[in-house]
């Protein structure tokens, strides 16, 4: 039967513990291991902090002064504030046919911050653009006689699979994807 180790999520006081016990046992991680056991009662069958963790604790708090990892990395996230929203107000106003990627480099805000004040703020939605022709009342009656001349011309008990999808070009291509 396999032996299956869940992930172990230490706290803060165990950290702290571990790096007073570290420095305590005189830098030795064995000495630090047997402390913690002894210390939080864990029997020998249960999980305690590997080496690698109790090295990497250490580490960490001789760099950054916390045994937390990840502190200060990364761009500091920016938030939507009303000063924000509107900025971007007048960002777009200005230069609508800017891309929002370029505007939250303009103004120094996070991609999806900036689409997050675009979407749930000033009720932007993202679109294409798409040129159509513009369908007429009497262009019913001869989609409607077209639709029942192929449907006539369909054998009976026959698989026919039709998309409405297709694009049209003016210059009489047409786009072979959606045929």
Known sequence: MPFLVGIMVWTGVHRGFVVRAYYENNHSVIATQRAFRRHFGIPRTESIPYANNIKFWIRQLEETGSTLSGLGHGAPRTVRTPKNVQLV??????????????????????????????????????????????????????RKNLCQQILLRIPPKSTFFCSDEAHFHLSGTVHKQNF
């Open 89 to 142: 107000r007048e960002s777009i106003e200005q230069s609508p046919r800017r891309s929002a990627r370029k505007h939250g480099v303009a103004l120094g805000i996070s991609d999806c911050s900036l689409r997050r004040i675009l979407h749930e703020d000033l009720s932007f939605h993202p679109y294409k653009l798409m040129l159509v022709q513009e369908l007429h009342a009497t262009g019913y009656d001869n």
